[in-house]
């Protein structure tokens, strides 16, 4: 798979000036061509940096000293390669988040599933191909809370002489949701998981790094999106925060939703969307004909569910119009600033909302890019999700739910524990046994009511579990939602695989009458969805891709609490149905 390298006097000096521009912008790629395909070369340096937000500076991880991290950039088709280089303290690992990576499982990220993290001092070389896809996603550590900070956009374009299913915008801008915390984030996880309380929250949320005008101290940290009148854009919306769905709005003006998780859709109009974490979506912004004499909010506030602490602030950006006509160059400093509205933050009315919105997403379903939903499964899931409890160790008080309990996570009341080396190694060379076993059940062993009164056992199993299926099974999932501690909504996101959101409720799944309302025509194609709080969601997908794959909420604390499981998919027959080795620079534990 070398790419061939020209050797005129013009690719020469290009390639010279690529690799200088590498030691200046660490972050910006250089090309090379095999013809069909173009390789990228990223780097990554994993470095403090202080950053300062809120009138508080702190040394913070990131990517080559930025906050949010570089852009990666890449086509259809094209191959991506990227190396990571550890010069913290920390170890770490990055997720190259919806990816489907196949035939690459190495490189997908999860520390101890797929590989080892990168110790002090390492380095690793994701190295992966595109294929199929096209779109905004983007790339996150995926190790304790490090994607606090270690995070950025992975924009796919289409290939070359491909188009948009939409007119071309003017211009296309990403916007990444996140979230700064004052204090050490990894500091509050070790405080939470060491008392068994529910972590402290973040301090404010932001705008690609930015808090916002609504934050003390933070006029001067906002994202402004400056934009002529006339023009349609392109926002390109992650949402990277760590605990929070976030509903995203912008005043006086409608939009368009074009793509979910990278998949283009059928046009939605609104003024109003909710993204999950570990969601993205792109949306088409028309501006006014004419430069009004005004600026606008652009916020995003939280979609709250459970019953513990959360961040209850608002992030706001500024629309601003260009106005060519006008010499004078008004201040928009000057101009009155209109705020639009924002659902409540809890309330059934908001939670009825959110399912109504997720219900307008349908894939385009068409001949260029069709639904390959499968018809009929051949392995069927019923899984619970949500909190429970585990025993606080002998001699220790602590502060879960009891003073003799922890706040714990699961599916069908497994807490997945991590390993101490990584699950694909074990399962590529045959030596998983004592370190994960695959008895992860199918159904709830102790079947209840699950969004009704909660059982008085609200204890949690524990152990390293995974699911083997053979290579291209149709497989169906059912994710309930349940009231133990509480019902709330858990977006769950799958490794290696888009899945089709077939159906959804709130109460009980009913297996007798649900299916029947299911849609198999035209249903979202997604890697990341939300499970209804008090409700639950359905997904299909075909197990196509061989490797080891996590499936877990993407609230960070639901994670850190053990909501996450393992699927094994087994090699097929076809050598393109195979993993390939490791590479020889796998990180080892």
Request: proline share 8%.
């Amino acid at each position: 798979m070398g790419a061939y390298l020209p050797s005129s006097p013009a690719f020469i000096l290009a390639f010279l000036f690529a690799i200088a521009s590498l030691s200046v912008f660490p972050e910006v790629a250089f090309a090379t061509s095999n013809h069909a395909s173009v390789t990228r070369h990223y780097k990554f340096d994993i470095k403090l940096k202080n950053v300062t937000r809120l009138c508080h500076t702190k040394a913070i991880v990131t990517v080559n000293g930025k906050f949010p991290g570089p852009r990666i950039v890449a086509r259809e088709g094209d191959r991506v390669i990227v190396k990571v280089v550890n010069h913290v303290s920390n170890n770490i690992s990055i997720h190259w988040h919806g990816i489907r990576q196949l035939q690459s499982g190495w490189a997908d990220g999860p520390s101890y599933i797929t590989q080892c993290p990168i110790q002090t001092g390492q380095s690793y070389v994701y190295n992966f191909t595109i294929v199929g896809q096209r779109g905004t996603l983007f790339w996150h550590a995926h190790i304790t809370w490090l994607r606090s900070t270690v995070y950025g956009p992975l924009i796919i374009l289409p290939k070359h002489n491909a188009s948009y299913p939409f007119a071309k915008p003017h211009k296309e801008v990403p916007i990444i949701f996140g979230e700064w915390w004052n204090a050490d984030p990894e500091a509050v996880l070790q405080q939470a998981l060491q008392t068994g309380a529910g972590p402290n929250v973040s301090d404010a949320y932001t705008f690609n790094g930015l808090p916002g005008p609504l934050y003390n101290c933070s006029q001067k940290d906002t994202f402004r999106l400056k934009v002529k009148p006339g023009k349609t854009y392109l926002l390109r919306l992650i949402n990277a925060a760590l605990n929070d769905e976030l509903f995203f709005t912008i005043a006086n003006h409608t939009f368009t939703i074009v793509e979910t998780d990278a998949i283009y859709i059928k046009p939605v109009k609104t003024n109003i969307l909710l993204l999950t974490p570990g969601q993205t979506t792109n949306i088409l912004l028309k501006t006014k004909p004419e430069a009004p004499n005004a600026t606008f909010f652009i916020l995003a506030k939280p979609y709250f569910t459970g019953m513990g602490t959360f961040d209850n602030t608002t992030v706001a950006g500024i629309l601003e119009y260009e106005n060519p006509s006008d010499s004078s160059s008004t201040n928009s400093n000057n101009l009155p600033t209109f705020k639009p509205f924002l659902p409540p933050l809890n309330a059934s009315i908001t939670t009825s909302f959110v399912m109504n919105f997720t219900r307008k997403l349908r894939s385009l379903a068409n001949a260029q890019f069709p639904a390959n939903v499968p018809q009929t499964v051949q392995k069927k899931f019923f899984f619970t999700v949500g909190l429970g409890t585990s025993r606080c160790p002998k001699n220790q008080t602590c502060q879960g739910p009891t003073n003799s309990s922890k706040f714990a996570a699961s599916i069908n009341n497994f807490s997945f524990a991590l390993p101490t080396t990584a699950l694909l190694q074990t399962h590529f060379f045959g030596k998983s046994n004592g370190v994960y076993t695959t008895d992860f059940p199918s159904f709830p062993l102790h079947q209840f009511n699950y969004t009704g009164t909660p059982p008085n056992n609200t204890l949690v199993g524990n152990g390293t579990k995974a699911v083997v299926l053979p290579f291209n099974t149709s497989v169906e999932i059912v994710l309930q939602d349940t009231s133990i501690l509480g019902a709330e909504s858990h977006p769950l996101h799958l490794h290696g695989f888009n899945f089709y959101v077939v159906g959804q409720g709130f109460g009980n799944y009913d297996s007798n009458k649900d299916p029947a309302k299911y849609n198999l025509v035209d249903p979202v194609e997604r890697n990341t969805v939300g499970v209804p709080a008090g409700g639950w969601v359905a997904i299909r997908f075909l197990a196509d891709n061989p490797g080891v794959w996590l499936m877990h909420c993407h609230f960070d604390v639901h994670l850190s609490w053990g909501l996450r499981m393992a699927w094994v998919v087994q090699d097929g027959k076809l050598p393109n149905q195979k993993l390939p080795p490791p590479p020889s620079d796998l990180p080892k534990c």
